[in-house]
């Protein structure tokens, strides 16, 4: 456990969540990219991890658990990635199964937005597109959409359909900040804000989302992340320093072809930063 350079990548999918590659590939394609410490933090489920660690195990690399929960914050959908949790801890595992508890459903009213938008049958084959239906997501949805020929490449549709404000857009109460947090805290991890830049807040709910972060016990943010440009990794990177945060760095790899950067090809840390595989076990 040091601060030295790492090529860690702290946040990708598997097709336990919306990923395309299981997670034994995720695993095997980290490794073959250079990765040496890896979380695999699929969305609202630890389902992929035994199977991760099992192959990273074969392979020597160094891996972590996490988790990426899904919160809803001042209206916006905000991501907040566990890293070293336990994945048999109690707490978390009753939060998690929570919240997808209310993915199909939700899907469900997607599919039939988008059907009164002219684009029909999309809930139907995004559930036979889906490895895990219980996990089912906006990026199933758009791979459907994709299937079908209606739209060229994931990102359009999202573009077109799936983002706020558009057709096929469903609105989603998922986990408070604080609860997502806490069910982090109790399985022994560290709470951290993923890809801040994603998210539709100004400068002043920016503030805010980090002012509750921390109280409730929120220890870090990715500075470096798939989603930010060089412009954003400068601000995080600020904003980390000022306020003491734990700096993360990570791919948000989903699958090849369909993610901005592969796993383990981002950027360095930049200076000056704590970064957090420095209190991470695997680290």
């Excluded at 040091?2 to 990708?12: Q, S, T, W, Y």
């Excluded at 590659?21 to 410490?37: C, F, I, K, T, W």
Aim: a negative charge; one cysteine or more.
């Amino acid at each position: 456990m040091n601060d030295e350079p790492r090529n860690a990548d702290l946040h990708c999918h598997s097709n336990a969540s919306d990923g395309w590659m299981s997670p034994a590939e995720v695993v095997r394609r980290a490794h073959a990219n250079g990765v040496d410490l890896l979380a695999l933090t699929d969305h609202d489920t630890l389902a992929g991890l035994d199977e991760a660690l099992a192959e990273a195990a074969r392979l020597g690399l160094d891996m972590v658990c996490g988790v990426e929960v899904s919160v809803t914050f001042a209206n916006e959908t905000v991501h907040i990635v566990g890293l070293g949790v336990d994945r048999a801890d109690a707490t978390l595992r009753a939060g998690l199964a929570g919240l997808r508890a209310g993915r199909i459903e939700r899907a469900r009213r997607m599919g039939a937005a988008l059907a009164e938008a002219g684009v029909p049958g999309v809930f139907e084959r995004a559930m036979r597109l889906a490895s895990n239906p219980e996990m089912i997501g906006r990026a199933h949805l758009a791979r459907a959409i994709v299937d079908a020929g209606h739209q060229p490449d994931v990102g359009t549709v999202f573009r077109h359909y799936l983002a706020k404000g558009k057709p096929g857009y469903v609105e989603h109460r998922w986990a408070t900040l604080e609860d997502a947090v806490a069910w982090i805290r109790a399985a022994g991890g560290i709470a951290i804000v993923a890809h801040p830049a994603r998210y539709r807040l100004d400068a002043i709910g920016m503030e805010h989302l980090f002012d509750r972060f921390a109280a409730c016990g929120g220890e870090g943010v990715e500075v470096v992340s798939g989603a930010h440009d060089d412009d954003e990794i400068a601000e995080y990177a600020q904003l980390a320093r000022r306020r003491g945060l734990l700096a993360s760095r990570a791919s948000d790899f989903h699958g090849p072809g369909e993610s901005r950067v592969d796993l383990g090809g981002c950027l360095p840390l930049p200076a000056g930063l704590k970064p957090v595989w420095a209190r991470l076990q695997g680290g």
